[in-house]
């Protein structure tokens, strides 16, 4: 039986609603992506390289994390995961194509 997604898929797929999106959005407005490109980054030197507050970029980074983009380690060390790195204004990885392709 297929139909439209239920409750259970939509929570099984963490980038399905407002917030996440937003989240993701905030990411790639900040091109947090590119700036962990060549490796992790404390928040505080993430925040500085992105010319952002701190406070309000350690929320954004754990939001972040929790829908899978970023990682973030005991140490505050920030990090992009595989799925993170597509929001990257640099391709990286050849799926690149398929982002373009789906944004268009």
Do not use: F, K
């Amino acid at each position: 039986m297929t139909g439209p997604p239920g409750p259970a898929e939509h929570r099984r797929n963490p980038l399905v609603g407002h917030i996440p999106v937003q989240l993701a959005s905030a990411m790639a407005g900040l091109r947090l992506a590119d700036l962990l490109a060549d490796g992790p980054m404390t928040v505080d030197e993430l925040s500085a390289a992105a010319d952002a507050r701190p406070d309000l970029l350690r929320r954004l980074v754990r939001g972040l994390v929790d829908i899978g983009l970023v990682t973030l380690d005991r140490d505050d060390v920030a990090s992009t995961t595989e799925m993170g790195a597509l929001y990257s204004e640099t391709p990286r990885c050849g799926a690149e194509i398929w982002v373009c392709e789906a944004v268009d």
